[in-house]
């Protein structure tokens, strides 16, 4: 199958102002891209490129005074099929992590594992290793929050979506790979695009998405509390120990963003 990805993103800068820019698919998905996602800048400015520690592409550029707009289009082929769990689920001792694993357990920005860490052994330290103690907190975590653009902020954190119980996408991702931290399950942020293929209508506006991984069965997994079903054609973006390694922009001014549309759709 066949998706059409990309954005267009307009926003308004007082003054010339640094931008750091992470709006490419994932180096992962190269075998699949029959376009690229090129990003197009108008007016144009000079772009710099790099791979952070996560791997995930990177740019650079100093957007001009005024608008500034940024695009992509690209082509990409994916599964046809809704995605399958890995026959492998087992949970790992954390002395037999492997070393690149191990900051995934940590607290990190919006992920305060100190402050969920009882709650999380007293709600699923009973139940099974592994898989299914992954699926029971993306359960917990899928019941628990209601899903509410108007209370989606960028500050909001794991603790904070866990007491509000409203959040968008990142605060699901953001709280159940928290708790999965807390049960000493390495797990790390993810976001991208996830197509409305095979979802019943009515389908609310495309939007970039978060979900999270889970190292178990000795690979990296995927989990979407915010969903919590299979689904058809995800595409990565980038990886993170949370959404502030993922932000498709830092600015380095003032700017406000004043056009936001994003494409997911079978071609």
Same mark, same amino acid.
């Given at each position: 199958?066949?998706?059409?990805?990309?954005?267009?993103?307009?926003?308004?800068?007082?003054? &010339?102002?640094?931008?750091?820019?992470?709006?490419?698919?994932?180096?992962?998905?190269?075998?699949?891209?029959?376009?690229?996602?090129?990003?197009?800048?108008?007016?144009?400015?000079?772009?710099?490129?790099? =791979?952070?520690?996560?791997?995930?592409?990177?740019?650079?550029? #100093?957007?001009?005074?005024?608008?500034?707009?940024?695009?992509?289009?690209?082509?990409?082929?994916?599964?046809?099929?809704?995605?399958? $769990?890995?026959?492998?689920?087992?949970?790992?001792?954390?002395?037999?992590?492997?070393?690149?694993?191990?900051?995934?357990?940590?607290?990190?920005?919006?992920?305060?594992?100190?402050?969920?860490?009882?709650?999380?052994?007293?709600?699923?330290?009973?139940? &099974?290793?592994?898989?299914?103690?992954?699926?029971?907190?993306?359960?917990?975590?899928?019941?628990?929050? #209601?899903?509410?653009?108007?209370?989606?902020?960028?500050?909001?954190?794991?603790?904070?979506?866990?007491?509000?119980?409203?959040?968008?996408?990142?605060?699901?991702?953001?709280?159940?790979?928290?708790?999965?931290?807390?049960?000493?399950? $390495?797990?790390?942020?993810?976001?991208?695009?996830?197509?409305?293929?095979?979802?019943?209508?009515?389908?609310?506006?495309?939007?970039?998405?978060?979900?999270?991984?889970?190292?178990?069965?000795?690979?990296?997994?995927?989990?979407?509390? =915010?969903?919590? #079903?299979?689904?058809?054609?995800?595409?990565?973006?980038?990886?993170?120990?949370?959404?502030?390694?993922?932000?498709?922009?830092?600015?380095?001014? $003032?700017?406000?963003?004043?056009?936001?549309? #994003?494409?997911?759709?079978?071609?």
């Amino acid at each position: 199958m066949k998706l059409r990805v990309g954005y267009e993103l307009v926003y308004e800068c007082p003054q &010339p102002t640094p931008m750091l820019l992470m709006l490419n698919t994932h180096f992962s998905f190269a075998p699949q891209m029959l376009v690229a996602d090129v990003l197009k800048v108008d007016p144009p400015v000079p772009i710099s490129q790099y =791979r952070d520690g996560f791997g995930n592409l990177c740019s650079r550029l #100093v957007a001009p005074k005024g608008h500034i707009t940024l695009s992509t289009t690209a082509l990409v082929e994916v599964s046809p099929d809704p995605e399958i $769990p890995s026959p492998s689920g087992e949970q790992h001792p954390v002395e037999e992590l492997p070393n690149e694993c191990l900051v995934f357990l940590l607290g990190s920005r919006y992920c305060e594992t100190d402050l969920l860490s009882e709650f999380a052994w007293k709600q699923f330290g009973k139940g &099974p290793l592994g898989r299914p103690r992954v699926q029971a907190i993306c359960d917990f975590v899928h019941n628990h929050i #209601v899903f509410n653009y108007a209370h989606a902020r960028p500050t909001k954190t794991a603790w904070e979506a866990y007491n509000e119980r409203q959040g968008v996408c990142r605060d699901f991702a953001h709280l159940a790979l928290t708790l999965c931290r807390a049960m000493n399950i $390495p797990a790390r942020y993810c976001t991208g695009y996830i197509s409305d293929v095979n979802v019943p209508l009515p389908h609310s506006s495309m939007d970039f998405a978060g979900w999270f991984e889970a190292f178990i069965g000795g690979t990296w997994q995927t989990f979407d509390a =915010r969903n919590n #079903v299979p689904r058809t054609g995800r595409v990565l973006m980038a990886r993170g120990r949370d959404a502030a390694d993922v932000a498709i922009s830092n600015t380095f001014g $003032p700017t406000k963003l004043i056009k936001f549309d #994003v494409i997911c759709e079978e071609q």
